[in-house]
């Protein structure tokens, strides 16, 4: 194949991933706690023809205060711990949270959040609070405050991004040497929710970048599909 013709060609297919990556993320910039998946072009694809590198911004996102007591937001660096409703462990920022039929504490996409000692479950039709440790408490239909329960504490953790992986479904799990001890120093910001870090403008912008690129790159291929052509007509010719 002509040399040009095949480094316009690779170029194409990273730009139809990059594009894939940037229509994604401005579909979840309204999704709370939502990491922006990245794509880092391989300087040598010429020679390769393999893909870009893609790569996740763990980057905290805003918080927007919302005054609903089982909202709550990281604040700073963090994670919790839940388990999905197909029964795996991974991590999450996601602090939209609600108490399910059976008394659950879950978030939003019905994620189960975990405490230091397994779920974290509380009566039905109690008052649920939620300390800045994570710390949950709730006080039974009918007492007063003094009456008031601590639960358990949600399982925060803190491991090192390099240790993190985004699945194809969103999940964000930890491999076998992260560290996923309770960590004291994160700590949460209630009545709050973490904003997705997807930036709108600048993801639009990228878009029509690479839009104006591929059309690029697709033009390219087609004068030098044009020139082999012209050569290999000269050849009869000659």
């Given at each position: 194949?002509?040399?040009?013709?095949?480094?316009?060609?690779?170029?194409?297919?990273?730009?139809?991933?990059?594009?894939?990556a940037?229509?994604?993320?401005?579909?979840?910039?309204g999704?709370?706690?939502?990491?922006?998946?990245?794509?880092?072009?391989?300087?040598?694809?010429?020679?390769?023809?393999?893909?870009?590198?893609?790569?996740?911004?763990?980057?905290?996102?805003?918080?927007?205060?919302?005054?609903r007591?089982?909202?709550?937001a990281?604040?700073?660096?963090?994670?919790?711990?839940?388990?999905?409703?197909?029964?795996?462990q991974?991590?999450s920022?996601?602090?939209?949270?609600?108490?399910?039929?059976?008394?659950?504490?879950?978030?939003?996409?019905?994620?189960?959040?975990?405490?230091?000692?397994g779920?974290?479950?509380?009566?039905?039709d109690?008052?649920?609070?939620?300390?800045?440790?994570?710390?949950?408490?709730?006080?039974?239909?009918?007492?007063?405050?003094?009456?008031?329960?601590?639960?358990?504490r949600?399982l925060?953790?803190?491991?090192?991004?390099d240790?993190?992986?985004?699945?194809?479904?969103?999940?964000?799990?930890?491999?076998?040497?992260?560290n996923?001890?309770?960590?004291a120093?994160?700590?949460?910001?209630?009545?709050?929710?973490?904003?997705?870090n997807?930036?709108?403008i600048a993801?639009?912008?990228?878009?029509?970048?690479?839009?104006?690129?591929f059309?690029?790159h697709?033009?390219t291929?087609?004068?030098?599909?044009?020139?082999?052509?012209?050569?290999?007509?000269l050849?009869r010719l000659?």
């Amino acid at each position: 194949m002509n040399t040009v013709l095949q480094i316009a060609a690779a170029a194409s297919r990273q730009i139809e991933t990059a594009q894939a990556a940037v229509t994604h993320n401005l579909a979840n910039a309204g999704t709370t706690a939502f990491k922006a998946d990245l794509l880092y072009a391989e300087q040598g694809y010429s020679k390769s023809g393999e893909m870009g590198e893609s790569a996740v911004d763990f980057s905290a996102g805003n918080m927007a205060y919302t005054g609903r007591d089982l909202d709550i937001a990281i604040a700073g660096d963090g994670w919790m711990q839940v388990i999905t409703p197909s029964g795996e462990q991974v991590l999450s920022r996601r602090g939209d949270l609600r108490i399910d039929p059976n008394g659950n504490l879950v978030d939003a996409t019905q994620n189960q959040i975990l405490g230091e000692a397994g779920p974290i479950n509380v009566p039905a039709d109690s008052q649920v609070t939620i300390g800045a440790d994570g710390t949950v408490s709730f006080i039974p239909r009918g007492e007063t405050a003094l009456g008031t329960v601590i639960t358990g504490r949600i399982l925060l953790v803190n491991p090192n991004p390099d240790n993190l992986t985004k699945g194809l479904d969103g999940k964000i799990r930890a491999d076998a040497e992260a560290n996923l001890e309770p960590a004291a120093e994160v700590q949460l910001a209630v009545g709050a929710l973490e904003t997705s870090n997807v930036n709108p403008i600048a993801s639009m912008v990228q878009m029509i970048e690479l839009s104006r690129s591929f059309e690029s790159h697709i033009q390219t291929m087609k004068s030098a599909d044009e020139l082999d052509a012209a050569s290999a007509g000269l050849m009869r010719l000659e």
